[in-house]
């Protein structure tokens, strides 16, 4: 059975499933001509004359569903961040959401499944999303015998087929199926410092005033597990965070915005209102014998809201907006909800059981059966549970995360319909950009997770998700002191940038290797910083358009078959190329540098297109500046918001002609979908600078903007213009 769901977009039903979580942008038509043929049991797919899909075959395997055909041709590019490298072609992975902390290059699954992929090469391009929830296997080739697989449990799937030449306008028809990403405060393009482990408010008052002491900038602080109640959401701990909303508003003051975290599971706890509230209303998760499902987390005996419902989710979203009422705090993030479990009682009677019968003559069964314990920890329970209606728990998992996030979104929407707050989630099935963005999770102090986390932000964000980023320094394992350097400079130029690390592991402050190494981190911090207005406005116009902030070179220059190989450098925006340094002692990087001439930003050195090979110390990012583009930047400050902003700086490599837009707003507050934005059209040519005028009811204030205009032939013009309201037409001798 098929649909067409636009001109470009083909919907194609397996089986008989139901479709859990439509694409809001459905809207059937006809918009072509389908054809399937038969030969021999299997089918083959053509749309408007094209081949689609071949050696199309269905099959059962108990309570599996299973399709095969004919591999595609071409580099196979998303799935999110999943391990491995970005190319997926001759892999195969699992889509059920689990709680893996050790990140290892076969770790599969983790925290997120997003089956959206895009086949390319050279000759075509186009779009697959297998939009399925529950478990799921795809095997893109793995014996190399050019077929591709995928296996759900269940009654069958629901694909959606996008067929364009533009990889830019594949993941806009996706996003146009899936929702537009959520519009994060400006302040949440700051740096950002957390640790599982700041124990008390001295601690993290003790931190915010040495990031002020030192006038390195930060914007906001996360508090982990510490700040609760005995790990009860949504509640503070009274002796080591006392006076809770004093301590964020002591926190306000010194520019600081406080983001605590939310985890999926309630303790069990009489007296506890959350507690008794899901009980009394029957709002927790089940088991077959309809009984609250049960397991352990961080506070002990857990249960778990059921989030496929409209109800628990109002219910779960009251409780973010109640907590923002009594507190003032500035966001969320949700975390351990795939959701994690790290046992059921049945799994610890049967541990003690098995271990009653263990002695030291059983040998090497002993290490045998201490590890099979471990693998408890990332099991699912998808057997055990069961959702409103008798829904398996397998058939929905994927969504879990997705629909917690929403009810952090709706929630705080429906309280604070005027103000933006920053959500995140460690679990994502597509469609949640529409309601925040994510982190990569447990990640590691391991040089090899810089060139991972550098996959994983490309793979996100050409799956929709714009706003990704990772924890700088690594979570797990002791970070080293140019380590944690390379990772600031990897982190400095994702949506997302936070340090975070975990309990019992070395502090990664950008103080604590010494003056040298503090200074380097503080100099890639206010680089960061010095870059907002470039980066808000990418990341605004590219959710109005549709268009990642970060983007495989594959996504710019999609007609260069050599960007389709390339995974370790990408675009940040559309003016400037990064090219992170991911060895140790590594001070020399080879980069690709497609199409058109590039100014090395360290050095000043104009470059030709092709493979040039560029030094880089420590204390060197590889950053390049595209030709023909403007990189428009402020001085940096402590925390957005300190100082009004009174002058702009546009960093102009011209050949021709630069032509760009700029967009600003408040920054903080929904008005800009009522018309209460600024965009304003720059034309930079050899003769003139032309502004236009504000598009738009938000009225930036007069404002200083400084040109520094380097021609490719290496000439260098200044000129400072005031810019009001008004057009502008400047000459240039």
């Known amino acids: 059975m098929w649909t067409w769901v636009s001109k470009n977009t083909l919907r194609l039903v397996y089986g008989s499933p139901k479709e859990w979580f439509a694409p809001e942008g459905f809207k059937e038509g006809e918009h072509g001509n389908v054809e399937v043929t038969e030969e021999e049991g299997k089918f083959l797919l053509k749309a408007n004359g094209r081949i689609l899909q071949e050696d199309i075959s269905i099959s059962r395997d108990g309570e599996y569903f299973c399709l095969t055909m004919k591999m595609w041709r071409g580099n196979i590019f998303g799935l999110g961040d999943k391990m491995g490298p970005m190319n997926r072609r001759q892999r195969k992975y699992i889509f059920f959401n689990a709680d893996d902390p050790i990140h290892t290059p076969i770790a599969d699954p983790l925290y997120k499944s997003i089956p959206f992929f895009i086949v390319l090469d050279r000759k075509t391009s186009f779009g697959v999303f297998f939009n399925y929830p529950g478990y799921m296997e795809m095997d893109f080739d793995s014996e190399g015998k050019g077929v591709f697989k995928i296996k759900v449990r269940g009654e069958g799937l629901v694909e959606y087929f996008i067929f364009n030449s533009s990889v830019k306008e594949i993941i806009r028809e996706f996003l146009n199926l899936t929702g537009k990403n959520f519009p994060a405060p400006i302040w949440a393009f700051g740096y950002h410092q957390s640790r599982w482990g700041y124990t008390d408010r001295n601690v993290v008052m003790e931190i915010a005033r040495k990031f002020r002491e030192k006038s390195i900038p930060c914007d906001g602080i996360f508090l982990d597990l510490e700040h609760m109640d005995s790990f009860k959401n949504f509640t503070w701990d009274e002796e080591n965070f006392k006076e809770f909303p004093e301590f964020v508003k002591e926190l306000h003051d010194m520019g600081f915005k406080v983001v605590p975290i939310v985890d999926a599971g309630v303790k069990v706890e009489e007296g506890y209102e959350i507690f008794n509230e899901g009980k009394k209303n029957g709002y927790f998760l089940k088991t077959k014998d309809g009984k609250d499902f049960e397991g352990a987390v961080w506070p002990g005996r857990t249960r778990f809201p059921d989030f496929t419902r409209d109800d628990v989710r109002e219910w779960w979203g009251e409780k973010y907006a109640n907590f923002v009422e009594k507190t003032n705090v500035d966001g969320f993030w949700n975390d351990m909800n795939e959701p994690t479990i790290f046992a059921t009682q049945e799994e610890l009677d049967e541990m003690r059981e098995r271990m009653a019968d263990i002695d030291l003559d059983d040998g090497w069964m002993i290490p045998l059966t201490l590890l099979s314990f471990s693998n408890v920890f990332k099991s699912q329970r998808e057997e055990e549970i069961v959702h409103k209606d008798d829904l398996p728990h397998w058939k929905v998992r994927n969504a879990y995360g997705m629909l917690m996030t929403k009810a952090c979104w709706e929630g705080l929407k429906k309280r604070f319909p005027s103000r933006r707050f920053l959500i995140l989630s460690r679990s994502a099935y597509p469609g949640i950009q529409k309601y925040g963005g994510v982190w990569t999770g447990d990640n590691h102090s391991w040089w090899e997770h810089i060139l991972q986390e550098m996959i994983n932000i490309q793979s996100l964000s050409i799956c929709g998700i714009f706003f990704c980023g990772f924890d700088v320094g690594g979570f797990g394992g002791d970070v080293t ?18 340090n975070h690390s975990a309990i019992g592991t070395k502090r990664q402050e ?18 960061r910083y010095s870059l907002i207005p470039y980066i808000y406005s990418s990341y605004m116009l590219g959710i109005m358009k549709n268009v990642p902030l970060v983007r495989p070179l594959f996504f710019e220059f999609q007609d260069d078959p050599v960007t389709h190989t390339i995974e370790d450098e990408y675009m940040f925006g559309p003016s400037i190329l990064v090219a992170p340094i991911y060895r140790f002692g590594q001070e020399k990087r080879v980069v690709y540098l497609p199409k058109v001439r590039w100014l090395y930003i360290p050095t000043g050195e104009i470059m030709k297109p092709g493979w040039r090979v560029v030094d880089a110390p420590l204390e060197v990012i590889p950053l390049f500046q595209r030709e023909d583009t403007a990189v428009v930047k402020m001085d940096p400050q402590n925390f957005i918001f300190e100082k009004d902003l009174k002058r702009l700086y546009f960093d102009v490599f011209l050949n021709e002609r630069v032509e760009i837009e700029l967009y600003e707003d408040d920054g903080e507050s929904f008005s800009f979908e009522e018309g209460d934005f600024s965009l304003r059209r720059v034309l930079i040519t050899r003769d003139k600078i032309e502004v236009e005028s504000s598009r738009g009811g938000y009225k930036p204030p007069v404002r200083e903007w400084v040109f520094k205009i380097l021609e490719v032939e290496g000439r260098i013009r200044e000129i400072s213009i005031l810019v009001d309201e008004r057009d502008l037409k400047i000459p240039l001798r």
């Open 481 to 498: 002191p140019e380590l944690l350097v390379r990772f600031y400079q990897l982190g400095a130029f994702t949506p997302f940038f936070r």
């Open 510 to 527: 950008p103080w604590v290797f010494g003056e040298y190494y503090e200074n380097v981190i503080k100099e890639i911090i206010n680089l």
